[in-house]
C-alpha cells in the first residue's frame, strides 16, 4: 500500500550497528475466504540511512504512477446504522487512507436525508474536486447517496411501457426526463433517526438537470467512468458489499478503496406513475442498487418499523410474523421478452466452448456466476451506437414483446444483482451479474403456506433452488412495468419504503462505478 517516511528515522542497534528501517503496509488474502483481505506490515532495514531514503522516495514514485488511485475523497458515515457501528467501523478503517495518502471529508450524518441533501446540492465544481464518495453505513444509507448522486444529473428516458400500460404521463417512455417534468420529493412520517430515508422537506422538487448558472465547471458527465463510489460495511446485510467484494469486511472494502479498484454495477430505475388507486399521475422516480420487491418484502419493512428498537434482529422477527400472515396481493405486471440468447451472454459462448472441446452444450441449470474479470459483465453491447444505448441496450433489440402475468401474488421482486448476504449465501439469484443490463423479476403466485416455507428455506442454502418451482416465475428482463389491485402492499426499494400503485422500472447497464472486483471466487 505504502510507506510511512518517518520511520527512516528509527534506528536499532544490532551488535554495534546501527539499522535504519522503514515499513510498508500491505495485505494477504485470508486462506479460509479469498475474497477477504487482511493487513499486513512488512519491515526493512539497512544500515545506511541514504539507502533507506532511496528506496522510501522510489516507493513513493511507484505509487504516483498508480493513476487509478483516488486523492480525495467525499465520506458520508451513518452512526447508527445496522448496530449503530458506523463511527466504529470509520474509525478502524481511517488510518489506512491516511497511509496512503487519500485525503477524505467526513461528514457524520445527524439527521435522515442529510447525505442525500447534500450530494443532490452540490455543484460541478465541488464534485469534481473528488474522485469518488464513501458510504460507511448499510444498503439502505448508499440508496440514499446514490440516489442524491443521480437525481439532478442522469438524463434518461423513461422506462418503456407496453401500449395498454394506463399512465397518461407526458412522456410515456419516449423522450428525455427534463425540463417540464419534475420528480417530486416523497414527504414522508418516519421520525429523522429512522433510515434508509431520501426525503426531506427543504427540497419538495428538483429537476433533472445538471446546469447550475453558479457553476462555471463544465457538465458532470452521468455515467462517469473516473467517479466511483465505495461501501464500508455497517449495515444490517450489506448486500451490494458482499456481491461486489465477496465479503463483508470493512479492511477489505477499504483497501478495494484507496488502491482504486474498479467494477461497474447496473442500477434500476423505479419510476411511480400513480401512489394509490385514486391518486393523480406524479411520476415519481428512485434509483435501486440491489432490489426493489413488493408484497412479502414490503410487508416485512412495513412490520419492522414497528420494532427498531431491537436492531437488525427486528428483521428475523417481522419477517416470521409477515410469514405467518401468508398475504397475497392481485396485480398485473408485464415485462420485456427479450431473446434467449440475449437474456444470457453465456449460453452463447458456453455453446461455442463445448464444441470446441467436443463435448456436449452445457446443461440448462448450469450457472454462470458472476466473479472478478466476469466476461458477461465485460461484455460490449453490439448495437451501442449512442451512450443511451450502451446504457440499455437490450431495450433496442429486434427481437422483442411484450409478455404480461396477472394474478395474486405473494411477492414481485426485481433483482439487479445476486443480492447474496449472510442468510442467503447464493442470494435470491445465483447467477445474477453485476453488469449485464438485465433485471431478475421474480413472481411469486399465491401457494400453500407449506410450499413458500420451502421455497424460503432454499434461499437459506449454498447451491439451493429456490425458483425450481411450479408457482415460482423468473424472467430475465430490461424492464417491466406492475400495476396492483385491490389490497396494497408496499414496495421495497434498497431497503426504503416506496408506496406505488403503478409504477414501471428499467435497468442502467453499467450506470456507476464502484470501487471494488467482484468476487475473487
Not at 234 to 254: K, M, N
Not at 469 to 478: A, I, L, N, R
Amino acid at each position: 500500500m505504502s510507506n510511512l517516511p518517518r520511520s527512516t528515522e528509527r534506528a536499532l542497534l544490532v551488535h554495534d550497528i546501527k539499522i535504519y528501517h522503514f515499513i510498508v503496509h500491505g495485505f494477504i488474502r485470508s486462506n479460509k475466504q479469498p475474497s477477504q483481505w487482511i493487513l499486513t506490515e512488512y519491515t526493512f532495514g539497512h544500515k545506511n540511512l541514504q539507502t533507506c531514503e532511496m528506496w522510501v522516495n522510489q516507493l513513493h514514485s511507484c505509487l504516483k504512477l498508480q493513476v487509478e488511485r483516488p486523492r480525495n475523497l467525499l465520506v458520508f458515515v451513518h452512526p447508527r446504522s445496522g448496530k449503530s457501528n458506523g463511527c466504529r467501523n470509520w474509525e478502524s478503517v481511517a488510518p489506512i487512507f491516511s497511509r496512503a495518502k487519500v485525503e477524505t471529508k467526513v461528514i457524520v450524518t445527524e439527521r435522515a436525508g442529510q447525505a442525500f441533501d447534500m450530494m443532490s446540492s452540490m455543484t460541478n465544481k465541488e464534485l469534481s474536486s473528488y474522485d469518488g464518495v464513501i458510504a460507511v453505513g448499510g444498503d439502505g444509507f448508499f440508496n440514499e447517496i446514490l440516489n442524491g448522486f443521480l437525481s439532478p444529473r442522469l438524463k434518461a428516458p423513461y422506462p418503456p411501457t407496453p401500449p395498454d400500460f394506463a399512465h397518461l404521463a407526458k412522456d410515456k417512455g419516449d423522450s428525455l426526463i427534463g425540463g417540464e417534468n419534475e420528480i417530486l420529493e416523497e414527504t414522508s412520517s418516519q421520525s429523522e433517526d429512522q433510515l434508509p430515508l431520501i426525503s426531506s422537506p427543504d427540497q419538495s422538487q428538483y429537476r433533472l438537470s445538471n446546469l447550475n448558472s453558479e457553476d462555471k465547471a463544465p457538465e458532470f458527465p452521468v455515467p462517469n467512468q473516473w467517479f466511483r463510489f465505495g461501501i464500508i460495511p455497517s449495515g444490517s446485510t450489506d448486500a451490494i458489499v458482499i456481491c461486489t467484494t465477496g465479503t463483508r469486511d470493512p479492511i477489505t472494502s477499504a483497501l478495494h478503496i484507496v488502491l482504486g479498484k474498479r467494477v461497474h454495477l447496473d442500477i434500476a430505475q423505479v419510476v411511480r406513475w400513480k401512489k394509490t388507486a385514486r391518486s393523480e399521475v406524479e411520476p415519481l422516480v428512485r434509483y435501486a442498487a440491489s432490489f426493489s420487491g413488493y408484497g412479502f418484502y414490503g410487508d416485512v419493512i412495513t412490520e419492522s418499523e414497528k420494532y427498531r428498537w431491537m436492531g437488525p434482529k427486528r428483521y428475523d422477527y417481522a419477517g416470521t410474523m409477515v410469514f405467518l400472515r401468508h398475504r397475497s396481493y392481485e396485480a398485473e405486471i408485464s415485462y420485456l421478452d427479450v431473446e434467449p440468447e440475449e437474456t444470457n451472454l453465456t449460453s452463447k459462448r458456453n455453446r461455442q466452448s463445448s464444441l470446441f472441446r467436443g463435448s456436449k452444450a452445457p446443461r440448462k441449470s448450469e450457472r454462470c456466476i458472476c466473479r472478478i474479470n466476469c466476461e458477461v459483465c465485460n461484455e460490449k453491447p453490439e448495437n451501442a451506437a449512442t451512450e443511451i444505448c450502451s446504457l440499455t441496450p437490450h431495450l433496442y433489440s429486434d427481437k422483442k414483446r411484450w409478455a404480461k402475468t396477472k394474478g395474486r401474488f405473494i411477492s414481485v421482486g426485481a433483482a439487479v444483482i445476486s443480492c447474496r448476504n449472510e442468510k442467503a449465501p447464493d442470494g435470491l439469484v445465483a447467477d445474477a451479474h453485476l453488469s449485464d443490463g438485465f433485471l431478475h423479476l421474480i413472481m411469486i403466485k399465491e401457494c400453500p403456506h407449506a410450499s413458500y416455507l420451502w421455497h424460503l428455506t432454499q434461499l437459506t442454502r449454498k447451491g439451493g433452488s429456490p425458483l425450481n418451482f411450479k408457482f415460482v416465475e423468473h424472467h430475465k428482463t430490461p424492464a417491466f412495468t406492475f400495476t396492483s389491485s385491490g389490497n396494497e402492499s408496499v414496495w421495497n426499494v434498497d431497503g426504503e419504503m416506496f408506496q406505488a400503485h403503478q409504477l414501471s422500472a428499467q435497468v442502467f447497464r453499467g450506470l456507476v462505478c464502484m470501487f471494488a472486483t467482484g468476487p475473487e471466487v
